[in-house]
């Protein structure tokens, strides 16, 4: 094979695919789409599952490297979000070497993975085919368009974002065994299991939505398990979330799945897991096991917005206490976080830059205008006499009276207990009942800024004729208000990350591109399983397309200025296949 064409210029015609900003969570559509693909995925999930279905696929695997003396695998997780941050990603996963080094330290010579692992939320923000096409395929295509030989193996766990559709646009790309430019997908199903070298294993399970392992994939791992699986064989476990994280935190119940396979299917056959793995959260977090060497990773930094690293549990108990309580004889291990990225101390300083969030999400202030004037006119029409002109009522109207003619208003009314409902349901807290109090403050933050716009923008405008003064003062207040709403919010975050509320909308409507992160793993002659996590603290935002080349070529190149720079997070984790090694 030739290789496929080289594209001539950035048009869709040529490129294949259109490059796309980051998410913009806090748009009007967004949040509705968000909160209705919630809505139906959760109802038709509940009734049709596309795990039961795959049991009638033809399954090959478990997919053998073992018989290989050694092993690369590189993980990445969260991908598929703005073009600069996930190009930036995808184009150093595709070098075939890479010499990361510590900031204060030697480089460490790794190459491209032998196999790549996607970790779960291969797009967002809807598994559409153009969402994928545009948002993850195209950039991994243009990193890594041709392998000539000895191609690079891809497998995928699908996230909560691939299974809004039901997994039909993950089935298509992952599971049908075709090629993601230079990398050939294997997979025929959602999970799969690969062994690997010196009586390793890798195993990618599908928990849709969180819940539990269906029968078709429970068997699947059985099976394996009786057949192939030995005493003292290593596993590595991929899951699409930190459950660990999760059930030490404000889910008690997150763990039982992991859990429960660990219990029923890996203990009994002498085997462990040594290493899990997952994505999910969009940072990098590792727990190392007090007095042993077993290893939990989060690694979503594959090109989705940064989460924050400044609230992070010190200590995990794993099972958690919840999974303790069905379980006593349960055999419990400590761990311990050595380390984060960004730290702490970088993941506060992001804090303050909430209050961008009108420029970063200009429709959100658009929205907020229009809901603040809507609301005000409502009261003003409470409060105006049949006869009376907007000049007229803007010279004898005070703050007490937009009050007392918020009850008459229905509309307001109806207005101002739908904002309380919303608050309460936009709240996170830990503890429930927290929602109430904490969502009815910030909703009458919202009606007394409302009432406070529509006095101060009647009291400033100049005398006008009534219909240039309606127009004036609807402008005004649109503008005034959409600001102040959405500095409201940003208000709102900035207060409440303090008590570990929203902190993950904190994070979001900032769309931060940079420090992202992934994997590359090593399994060794020895048997040892090396992890070298990669860091790349500035994203490119300035490609240049390279129309000449070789067909494997990557189709952009960074300017030099702006290439990206991968370094390690921290120094390489060994990780010796039995406990006792």
């Known amino acids: 094979m030739a290789g496929p064409a080289r594209p001539k210029s950035a048009n869709l015609e040529d490129l294949g695919f259109t490059p796309q900003p980051m998410v913009r969570w806090f748009d009007p ?15 038709f999930g509940t009734y049709s599952d596309k795990r039961e279905l795959q049991a009638g696929l033809v399954q090959t695997e478990p997919l053998d490297y073992s018989d290989r003396p050694e092993l690369w695998i590189d993980y990445v997780a969260d991908l598929g ?24 330290g030697n480089a460490f010579p790794t190459r491209r993975g032998d196999v790549l692992i996607m970790g779960g939320d291969q797009v967002y923000p809807t598994a559409t085919k153009e969402q994928y096409e545009n948002r993850m395929i195209g950039p991994y295509k243009a990193a890594l368009p041709y392998t000539e030989s000895d191609h690079p193996e891809l497998y995928a766990i699908p996230g909560n974002h691939d299974w809004y559709d039901g997994l039909t646009s993950f089935m298509r790309i992952f599971c049908q065994r075709s090629w993601l430019g230079g990398w050939r997908t294997r997979q025929s199903r959602s999970y799969f299991a690969l062994q690997l070298p010196q009586r390793w294993w890798l195993w990618g399970i599908d928990v849709q939505f969180d819940s539990y392992i269906d029968t078709a994939q429970l068997e699947y791992f ?25 059930a030490n935190d404000d889910e008690p119940d997150a763990y039982h799945t992991l859990d429960y396979l660990e219990r029923t299917v890996i203990l009994p056959r002498g085997a462990e897991v040594r290493l899990s793995l997952a994505g999910d959260t969009h940072h990098y977090a590792r727990y190392a096991e007090v007095d042993g060497s077993r290893q939990k990773i989060t690694a979503g930094g594959g090109g989705a917005y940064l989460a924050a690293t400044h609230h992070l549990p010190a200590k995990l108990q794993i099972p958690p206490p919840e999974t303790v309580k069905r379980h006593p004889d349960a055999d419990v291990a400590h761990y311990q976080l050595s380390t984060s990225y960004p730290n702490p101390h ?30 005000g006119w409502t009261v003003l029409s409470a409060v105006r ?13 005070a703050f007490p009276d937009l009050l007392v003619a918020l009850p008459r208003s229905p509309v307001a009314l109806l207005l101002t207990t739908g904002l309380f409902f919303a608050l309460f349901s936009f709240t996170k807290s ?16 919202h009606v007394l800024g409302i009432l406070a716009v529509v006095r101060l923008t009647a009291g400033v405008l100049p005398e006008l004729p009534d219909v240039l003064y309606g127009f004036a003062f609807v402008a005004s207040v649109s503008v ?3 600001l102040l709403g959405s500095w409201l919010v940003a208000l709102y975050l900035f207060i409440t990350d303090l008590f570990h509320c929203n902190t993950n909308e904190l994070f ?15 399994v060794d002659e020895s048997g040892t399983l090396t992890v070298y996590p990669i860091g790349i603290q500035r994203v490119c935002r300035s490609w240049k397309l390279k129309p000449e080349g070789r067909p494997g070529d990557p189709w952009f190149e960074p300017e030099p200025s702006a290439a990206p720079r991968p370094q390690l997070i921290e120094a390489p984790i060994r990780i010796p296949r039995l406990a006792n090694q």
Request: hydrophobic content about 40%; glycine content about 10%.
């Open 29 to 43: 559509r967004e949040l509705t789409g968000t909160a209705l693909r919630v809505l139906l995925s959760g109802v």
């Open 81 to 104: 979000d703005g073009f600069d941050s996930t190009m930036t990603v995808a184009s150093v996963l595709a070098e075939e070497k890479l010499d990361p080094g510590l900031p204060r």
């Open 222 to 246: 059985q099976q394996i398990a009786a057949t192939r699986v030995q005493e003292g064989d290593g596993i590595i476990l991929c899951s699409a979330e930190p459950s660990w994280v999760d």
């Open 346 to 375: 970088v993941s506060k300083s992001l804090v303050p830059g909430v209050f961008t969030l009108p420029w970063k999400n200009p429709t959100f202030w658009a929205l907020l205008g229009f809901l603040y004037l809507l609301f």
């Open 385 to 397: 006499g049949n006869r009376e002109g907007l000049v007229d009522l803007a010279r004898r109207l």
């Open 430 to 445: 830990h503890v429930r009942w927290k929602r109430f109090p904490i969502g009815g403050v910030h909703a009458t933050c």
């Open 480 to 482: 005034v208000g959409g």
């Open 508 to 522: 979001s409507c900032q769309r931060i591109e940079n420090h992202k992160n992934f994997l590359r793993m090593h």
